[in-house]
């Protein structure tokens, strides 16, 4: 899909780019949401299942020892039912090391509230800022990631992806 964007700074941000899609594509269902630049060796079949159980929608989470990263990420707070307490996108303070990539699940009705996250002034930038204005209206959980996800961020992250991802080997 095109918004007819050709600049950095004309774009709409991540969280605006999914409500124009529902909006041109006229989606009222439930939602996988995944940036386009990361690269899975795990199938999202036990995600949707996770979601499917917890009626709610779902996030993924890892644990990130590296500072300096955790800085970049969205983080999340959660209880011991994996229900999202907080959730803050690039905090200089991060809360823990539960780290958020960009995979999501929306039930069809939080789907639905997704225009009015951005009425409500959540950020429009990062994908993650929907979830985290979402978890403050509704329940919203995070399953552990089963295994890893390759970001494409630059020439040398691509580079690296060719050389060591080996495709979907976790079920």
Known sequence: MDDGTSTNETRLGAVCDIQFAIEQLNLDDDMLVIAGDNLLDFSLQRFVHYAHQKQTSCIMRFWETDEQRLLKCGVVTIDEQDRILRMTEKSP??????????????????????????????????????????????????????????DIGNLQSYQQVQKNYKGITIK
Request: charged share 20%.
């Open 93 to 150: 303070t991060p809360e823990t090391h539960w780290c958020c990539p960009p995979f999501y699940y929306y039930t069809r009705q939080d789907a639905r509230l997704v225009k009015k996250g951005i009425e409500n002034g959540c950020g429009t930038d990062a994908p993650g800022s929907y979830i985290a204005w979402l978890c403050t209206q509704t329940p919203v959980h995070a399953m552990e990631m089963p295994g890893k996800r390759y």
